[in-house]
């Protein structure tokens, strides 16, 4: 049986971006990211890259709904990725539930840098 990757350091970190995220703290995020990250756009389809890019996919979201994601579990990923079993709950600006979900967000991390994510139905 190959050895477990150890993800501690990757598990720290996502943990960190999940609560930046879940308080709208942009600017706490976007240095733990390549500066030319890949991210799924999950409101349009395809993808949105760069910091500069995500921030802009997400404030254009939050003017349109307020999602919540909260980590359940992050696990190593037989390849090197991470990923995290995610409780997803999109509310409208009024506060009504729109989605309430459990996904998967796969993550890419290099050399302590998010450079890709990907999102699993």
């Given at each position: 049986?190959?050895?477990?990757?150890?993800i501690?350091?990757?598990r720290?970190?996502l943990?960190?971006?999940?609560?930046?995220?879940?308080?709208?703290?942009?600017?706490?995020?976007?240095?733990?990211?390549?500066?030319?990250?890949?991210w799924?756009?999950?409101?349009?389809?395809?993808?949105?890259?760069?910091?500069?890019g995500?921030?802009?996919?997400?404030?254009r979201?939050?003017?349109?709904?307020?999602?919540?994601v909260?980590?359940?579990?992050?696990?190593?990923?037989?390849?090197?990725?991470?990923?995290v079993?995610?409780h997803?709950?999109?509310?409208?600006?009024?506060?009504?539930?729109?989605?309430d979900?459990?996904?998967?967000?796969?993550?890419?991390?290099?050399?302590?840098?998010?450079?890709?994510?990907?999102?699993?139905?």
């Amino acid at each position: 049986m190959p050895a477990t990757h150890d993800i501690t350091q990757e598990r720290d970190l996502l943990s960190f971006i999940y609560a930046a995220f879940n308080r709208r703290d942009i600017d706490a995020i976007l240095p733990k990211m390549h500066p030319e990250v890949e991210w799924p756009n999950g409101m349009e389809g395809g993808w949105v890259h760069g910091r500069e890019g995500i921030r802009a996919y997400w404030t254009r979201q939050w003017g349109i709904v307020d999602p919540h994601v909260e980590p359940v579990s992050i696990e190593a990923a037989g390849d090197g990725r991470a990923i995290v079993n995610v409780h997803q709950v999109v509310k409208d600006l009024r506060g009504a539930v729109l989605m309430d979900r459990m996904v998967q967000h796969v993550y890419t991390i290099s050399d302590g840098l998010i450079t890709r994510m990907e999102i699993r139905e």
